[in-house]
């Protein structure tokens, strides 16, 4: 597997004119992505307004690297459109993906405030428009708004626990179960039995652990089980309990 080097994206100010065609996106639609994310929801439109204009803005095609794992976590990231997916590569090469992210959500806050390098690789999966924040700017963001840290606090919890999940899942699960758990977490940020995979089928099985041709085998055999259906990258699970359950025994 062949990887682009971390793109040049000349980062810039995020200065938007609001008004302005040429711009990737809106300072509008940049303030509703920041008021997605936990940490930053309490805050008003002025104070966001005053963090985007002391960011950067970065732009990323799909396939592109973000960062490396010999790089120094300088920053955190605050996806504003498009997906990025963060992941570890074996030594034979084999991708492990470990997380996949949309717009509002971030990455790379623990490791900026360790100080250390990033543990992972991220790049776009898609076209993807970043928001980078240096340490300095969320230290004078938090310090004039204190719940900016524990907004910040209860997100790195999050994903401490998510990756207590992913480890168990990956070590003790059989690939059916991994499945099984991922469907159902897909059906409920979806809100709904049937939704779209959001990655394509060799992205999916190097989230859960294996290749392409063994997620399809899984893939058939959770459709010839009557738990879900099938059509290209539509999913629709037709019997959620029996799913769980196959997720939890593994």
């Known amino acids: 597997m062949r990887f682009k080097k971390p793109a040049d994206c000349n980062p810039r100010a995020f200065h938007i004119d609001p008004e302005s065609n040429m711009a990737g996106i809106s300072q509008s639609n940049a303030i509703g992505a920041l008021k997605a994310v936990p940490m930053f929801s309490g805050l008003d439109e002025a104070v966001l307004r005053d963090l985007l204009n002391n960011c950067r803005e970065l732009a990323f095609h799909a396939g592109e690297l973000i960062l490396l794992p010999a790089q120094k976590a300088e920053r955190s990231f605050v996806i504003l459109s498009g997906k ?3 992941f570890q590569l074996s030594a034979k090469g084999d991708e ?3 997380h996949l992210y949309g717009p509002g959500e971030t990455f790379g806050e623990a490791a900026m405030w360790a100080g250390v390098n990033y543990p992972a690789h991220a790049e776009a999966v898609t076209d ?3 928001l980078a924040i240096s340490r300095q700017t969320l230290r004078t963001i938090i310090a004039r708004n204190p719940d900016v840290a524990m907004g910040m606090l209860a997100g790195m919890s999050v994903k401490l626990q998510e990756f207590t999940v992913l480890v168990e899942r990956l070590s003790l699960k059989e690939v059916p179960a991994r499945l099984a758990a991922v ?4 059906s409920r940020q979806a809100g709904s039995p049937t939704f779209r995979l959001p990655q394509t089928k060799r992205q999916l099985a190097a989230q859960i652990g294996t290749v392409a041709e063994t997620l399809s085998r899984a893939l058939a055999k959770l459709k010839k089980d009557g738990l879900i259906e ?3 990258s539509r999913i629709t699970i037709l019997q959620a309990e029996g ?3 196959l997720a939890q025994s593994g």
Do not use: E, H, T, Y
Not at 183 to 186: M, Q, S, V, W, Y
């Open 84 to 86: 990025v997916k963060i």
């Open 96 to 98: 492990q993906i470990l």
């Open 128 to 130: 993807a428009r970043l």
């Open 183 to 186: 469907l159902l977490g897909l």
């Open 230 to 232: 099938v059509r290209g």
């Open 243 to 245: 799913l769980g359950n």
